[in-house]
């Protein structure tokens, strides 16, 4: 086992000085998300700090440090963007080495005949969405952290954007990547509309969270963009019933509008000020050619026709449009959250979002509510509990709860005083129900010790994975792959 100091020394002979970073205030910053934004906020956090932060210039250069972190067992963390969720940046291990694609930013090719984009993996969403505007093209991919994330985070968490609906998430866009395993092998998925020879292997890197795989490059579809045509409805509708049964209608009858939303009123009322009245909200946002918009739009109009009486009554689409272009999280928002956390903050808004098939979802989300409000000890300190679904397919659609709080406990044990309790409720009545526990935001390293019921008898290929591709586990360890120790040491602070 080498020391860290040999650590250092091994580095600073692989790579060039602006490509090591350990400055402690940055090592701090890398040991933990958002997940733990709290406490790290008030420098309570209880992981190790990383050795090193390297910035490798290529996958040869990921290759090499892949190869050396395997040979001397040291631990992984891939990073890109910052904008994890669910601990997949938390360090467990006492020897770690996080791999930030930040000099991996070149947009490579646009295509627009062949309608797709070649990028290196630290280069931001937005930074591509921009080029491609300026020439009537999108990425089609809008997730909140659309100004922040990078397309290695994007692709690693199997990420999805708000107008998913019409253009699908990051698995629907990736037509080919390039990716370096822990010994070192340099692999390349080529660019093809389609194959069937064998199985689609894209899916080993796109969701491996870091633990397969390190995303040196992405090929991604690329979509004309008709701004003009968009258009937009909303509805106050009388609860989450009504709305999920209109989205239904409008997806089983073959339609695809790129936004198709409904919020619980109290979700409502914190993104609707302006005009939620108390009631549940249902919008939807068609785009496209002309032709498509229309037809999309008269679909919306029947199917709300159809479930009128759970409708009160349209509202402007002005109102909805507005409120779209102020979505977005900014680097400066993240920033702005984690300093007003620092000294004046006790209060803390998480998120946890699920799937099931059209028939299951209400169940869940009354099931869910009923339970946190009778069976959560400190339910009189929610500030908000309520959720929305916001991508919607054939056969299902997604919930994501939205649950906010005071905190009234030491910042190292909020977590597991607050967010815990409530987020086991949500993946217990899941999974029980058939669902899945995680419709975007990974597993990371907090919802994992629920990985295994997940996957149920298919996590057997999950598991087979992780042996062929990392046998020796050094690619972050505790994402997605439950290790009992350390979840007793860091979740349950045992
Ligand atoms: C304000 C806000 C809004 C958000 N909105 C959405 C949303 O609408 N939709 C959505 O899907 N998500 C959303 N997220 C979650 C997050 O933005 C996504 O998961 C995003 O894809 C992460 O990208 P990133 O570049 O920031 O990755 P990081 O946070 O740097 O990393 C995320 C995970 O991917 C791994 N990883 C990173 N780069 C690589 C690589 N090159 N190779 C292998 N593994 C890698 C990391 O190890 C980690 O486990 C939001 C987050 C925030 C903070």
Request: aromatic content about 10%; some cysteine; overall charge negative.
């Amino acid at each position: 086992m080498l020391s860290k100091d040999q650590i250092i020394q091994k580095l600073m002979e692989m790579l060039g000085q602006e490509q090591i970073n350990t400055n402690p205030d940055d090592l701090y910053d890398a040991s933990a998300d958002r997940y733990k934004k709290y406490a790290k906020a008030r420098k309570v956090l209880d992981v190790p700090t990383p050795v090193a932060i390297v910035y490798p210039k290529s996958a040869e250069e990921v290759s090499e440090l892949l190869k050396f972190c395997n040979e001397n067992l040291i631990n992984v963390i891939p990073r890109g963007g910052k904008t994890a969720t669910e601990g997949g940046l938390e360090n467990w291990k006492d020897l770690t080495i996080v791999i930030d694609a930040l000099y991996m930013d070149k947009i490579l090719k646009i295509d627009p005949y062949n309608s797709q984009a070649t990028v290196q993996a630290g280069v931001a969403l937005q930074d591509l969405e921009d080029e491609l505007r300026k020439i009537g093209y999108t990425t089609g991919h809008s997730p909140q952290s659309k100004p922040v994330a990078k397309y290695g985070g994007l692709l690693a968490t199997r990420s999805i954007g708000q107008f998913s609906t019409l253009y699908g998430g990051i698995e629907d866009m990736v037509v080919g990547l390039e990716c370096v395993f822990p010994d070192g092998h340099i692999s390349r998925i080529k660019n093809v509309s389609r194959r069937a020879g064998g199985p689609d292997i894209r899916h080993i890197a796109i969701g491996n969270e870091g633990t397969l795989c390190y995303i040196t490059e992405v090929t991604i579809k690329i979509f004309k963009f008709y701004p003009e045509n968009n258009k937009f409805y909303g509805y106050l509708i009388n609860d989450v019933e009504t709305g999920i049964k209109v989205l239904r209608e409008v997806m089983v009858n073959g339609f695809r509008p790129s936004v198709a939303r409904t919020y619980s009123e109290e979700d409502a009322a914190q993104h609707f000020y302006h005009f939620h009245d108390n009631k549940c909200v249902l919008l939807f946002m068609a785009e496209g050619p002309k032709g498509i918009v229309e037809a999309t739009g008269k679909a919306i109009e029947e199917a709300t026709e159809k479930f009128k009486d759970g409708i009160i009554k349209q509202v402007d689409s002005q109102l909805i449009s507005d409120w779209f272009d102020n979505l977005n999280w900014s680097q400066q928002d993240i920033d702005d959250e984690y300093e007003g956390m620092i000294e004046n903050d006790a209060h803390a808004g998480y998120t946890t979002e699920i799937s099931a098939d059209w028939e299951t979802i209400p169940k869940i989300y009354n099931n869910v509510i009923e339970r946190v409000r009778n069976e959560f000890p400190r339910a009189h300190e929610l500030t908000m509990l309520g959720g929305h679904s916001s991508h919607s397919y054939l056969n299902g659609t997604n919930m994501y709860f939205v649950y906010n709080y005071e905190i009234n406990c030491a910042p190292e044990d909020e977590l597991l005083i607050y967010h815990h309790p409530i987020q086991k409720i949500i993946v217990e009545e899941t999974l029980r129900m058939g669902g899945s526990m995680c419709h975007h935001h990974g597993i990371g390293k907090y919802r994992n010790e629920w990985a295994e019921q997940e996957h149920g008898s298919a996590f057997y290929m999950l598991e087979k994975l992780k042996e062929s591709f990392d046998p020796k586990g050094i690619m972050n360890y505790g994402t997605i792959f439950p290790q009992k120790e350390a979840i007793q040491k860091y979740i349950y602070r045992g």
